[in-house]
């Protein structure tokens, strides 16, 4: 799926314009599938362009969330999880209203729009301070020497083992 894609982007783009890409192939998804004049498009448009979307803005809030929180990590990445559930289980109903009071093609642009304001919801992504780590010059000098005078007793070994025993006569 669109996981390796929104890995990607949000590694190269970041979290917020990940975000608000994902808001718009969703919702142009959501769009053209309203205005799809048979099944295969519909497929397409619903199938691979919302779906595509959706992936793609679920990666960089979870990303988000393991960033900002150490100690309560779990239960807030538990909770953004639910998240989802959540919105699926209100959502449910207020799409029903929109099939019920618009119709099925004003109701898909409806939820267009709503799925459109979902990349609002980037710019609340505060992008945090690169932190620079100041490395110590000897403790890498002591790891290399400690590297190199283990790979020196190996080979020695190597060459014990290798070196054939001479019979006296």
Do not use: H
């Amino acid at each position: 799926g669109s996981g390796p894609i929104a890995s990607y982007m949000t590694n190269s783009l970041g979290w917020r314009l990940t975000t608000i890409i994902g808001s718009v192939l969703a919702s142009a998804g959501l769009a053209l599938s309203a205005l799809a004049p048979n099944i295969p498009f519909l497929f397409l448009s619903a199938g691979i362009l919302l779906g595509l979307g959706l992936g793609i803005i679920y990666l960089p809030r979870l990303d988000c969330i393991t960033q900002y929180f150490d100690k309560k990590r779990p239960f807030v990445t538990g909770l953004a999880i639910c998240g989802s559930g959540l919105g699926t289980f209100i959502f449910a109903p207020i799409t029903q209203k929109l099939l019920d009071t618009l119709g099925w093609k004003s109701a898909m642009l409806a939820v267009s729009g709503i799925c459109l304001g979902n990349g609002l919801f980037a710019f609340c992504f505060k992008p945090l301070e690169q932190v620079q780590v100041e490395t110590n010059p000897e403790v890498y000098d002591k790891l290399n020497d400690d590297k190199k005078v283990k790979e020196e007793e190996e080979e020695e070994e190597e060459k014990k083992e290798k070196k054939p025993e001479t019979k006296e006569t």
